[in-house]
């Protein structure tokens, strides 16, 4: 199995918790959330994220509200619930627990 | 030069070459499909639109009016697959992580670039073998079996649905569920398509005829229908609109040779009875009774043929109401052929394993001959005056 197979679910599993990440840091609309990713190597496709929007709304851990566009239409801006807030607090805490694991195994 | 279609994207109107609309409709559809379980769908999709809409802008300005075919690949290929936001089997997001995933395979007949109908093709996709073998095992087979694999070609043909939209495609070759592989199959059939528009033209032009015809004599059918009261327990039937299912389609294609079959069988035994009665006099060993004429026999026959068949009619017919109309003249065809050929194996059966079948037909000739020369006089001399003198 090639390292990139392996690797692609890390990647897929961690990205709802990137993406809280981002929508905790400001809020953004899903252009600007690309923007950040495509950089990073968590680089990803509208394809993908408007499903996983809906369902982190349909969780209730973010929300949005519609905001005028200087061009075009408006857009949708998203923003973290209460909820979301505390479920982003748990997953940092966790990542830090799987950081400190594995900092520990390697001496 | 490319023909332009316009669309509608999320209330944004573009306009786009052929092709590109195409693979554009591929993606869409492809993208409804991955979120059919998804509670979201509708506002996914809408937004999906919109954010297609926003990259179709980018390549217009006043003096380019127009989004090319490579520029909506570019696009699609930005915008990524649509996956199921739940779907735990999903592959990373970065293209090239692309895996074939299993879609349900089915047969269909492919049309393009078949030689007859498309079955072969429609094999081959599904089987995933080269089309030329399935061509060449199944003139093996014909040549084999004495002509019954081309028999089973022709009943093939009529069961076995075409693949015409480019979710059956997907469906008939198995193909990769992704959006990426769809686009390509789209390319696809966008380079084919081209060389056939001339003649697709002529043949849509023609469909359409049909189709009014059809539609204009089904209006005058049903018009007519209560006030001569021939039908009156048939409901009134909404219009067609979508074509059969694949498994209407497949069922209509299996219980249409049945009826058939059965209504040739019950042709052939009404035919015996017939000519039995008009040579001889007698229903199976049974002499008619002398007080009804010959051509009050022949009536009651008629009619009672009628009332046999009348129920295996209706039930056809239904069969053709509750689908796609213009696909009756396919199962309307397929009825006729496989009747003639059960009517001609009946006979050819009852006259070689039923003795008295056997005399008749041998007996045709004199019988004939002693109805003289057929005119009107004779003839009703020969059959009733005749005999109802005799018997006096």
Same mark, same amino acid.
Not at chain 1, 21 to 45: G, H, N, P
Not at chain 2, 45 to 74: M, W
Not at chain 2, 112 to 135: H, K, S
Not at chain 2, 292 to 312: C, D, F, K, N, Q
């Given at each position: ?11 897929? $599993? ?24 495509? +950089?990073? +190597? ?8 408007? *499903? ?19 061009? $075009?239409? *408006? ?33 | ?30 993208? !409804? ?54 779907? &735990? ?19 269909? &007949?492919?049309?393009?670039? #078949?030689?007859?109908?498309? @079955? ?23 040549? !084999? ?65 049909? &189709? ?11 018009? &007519? ?43 052939? #035994?009404? #035919? ?23 051509? !009050? ?27 796609? !109309? ?10 006729? @052929? @496989? ?54």
């Amino acid at each position: 199995m090639p390292i990139s197979e392996k690797l692609a679910p890390l990647r897929k $599993g961690l990205l709802e918790f990137v993406i809280l990440k981002i929508i905790a840091a400001d809020k953004v609309y899903v252009a600007d959330m690309l923007k950040l990713l495509s +950089e990073t +190597e968590f680089a990803t496709q509208e394809g993908t994220l408007y *499903p996983l929007l809906s369902k982190l709304r349909r969780e209730e851990l973010v929300d949005y509200e519609w905001k005028e566009s200087e061009a $075009g239409p *408006p857009r949708k801006y998203y923003k973290l619930t209460a909820q979301g807030r505390t479920q982003l607090a748990t997953l940092n805490d966790y990542w830090k627990e799987i950081n400190r694991t594995l900092a520990q195994l390697e001496k | 030069m490319e023909k332009v279609v316009s669309i509608n994207l999320n209330g944004n109107a573009f306009q786009l070459e052929e092709p590109g609309y195409v693979a554009l409709r591929a993606y869409l559809e492809r993208a !409804a499909a991955s979120l059919q379980e998804n509670p979201d769908r509708a506002e996914i999709l809408a937004d999906i639109e919109q954010s297609i809409a926003e990259k179709c802008a980018r390549y217009l300005n006043e003096r380019k009016t127009v989004i090319t075919r490579t520029e909506v690949d570019a696009i699609l290929a930005e915008m990524g697959p649509v996956e199921a936001g739940d779907s &735990q089997s999903a592959t990373g997001s970065q293209a090239g992580a692309q895996t074939r995933t299993d879609a349900p395979k089915r047969l269909y &007949q492919i049309r393009e670039g #078949a030689m007859l109908t498309g @079955v072969c093709q429609g094999i081959a996709a599904y089987l995933n073998i080269d089309v030329t073998f399935v061509r060449v095992a199944f003139v093996i087979l014909a040549f !084999a079996t004495f002509g019954a694999a081309a028999l089973i070609y022709v009943v093939l043909a009529f069961i076995i649905p075409y693949a015409d939209t480019t979710e059956e495609h997907a469906a008939a070759y198995g193909f990769a569920a992704t959006a990426q592989g769809l686009i390509e199959q789209a390319k696809r059939h966008s380079e084919s398509f081209r060389a056939r528009q001339e003649w697709r033209r002529g043949w849509h032009w023609q469909q359409r005829a049909w &189709q009014r015809h059809w539609r204009r004599h089904e209006r005058r059918m049903r018009a &007519q229908a209560p006030v001569g009261g021939s039908t009156p327990s048939m409901p009134p039937v909404p219009p067609p609109i979508a074509p059969p299912s694949y498994v209407a389609h497949a069922v209509l294609g299996v219980t249409t040779p049945i009826f058939a079959i059965v209504h040739a069988a019950a042709f052939v #035994a009404w #035919a015996y009875v017939l000519l039995s009665m008009l040579t001889t006099g007698t229903i199976f060993g049974w002499k008619l009774p002398v007080e009804i004429p010959v051509w !009050a026999s022949i009536l009651i026959l008629v009619v009672l043929y009628g009332m046999i068949t009348a129920p295996l009619k209706a039930l056809r017919f239904i069969g053709y109401e509750h689908q796609y !109309a213009p696909y009756h003249h396919s199962f309307g065809a397929l009825h006729g @052929v @496989v009747w003639l050929a059960a009517t001609a194996l009946f006979a050819w059966l009852a006259y070689h394993h039923i003795p008295e079948v056997h005399a008749l037909i041998d007996n045709l000739p004199n019988a004939w001959h002693r109805t003289g020369t057929f005119n009107v006089e004779t003839f009703l001399h020969d059959l009733e005056i005749d005999r109802l003198f005799s018997r006096q």
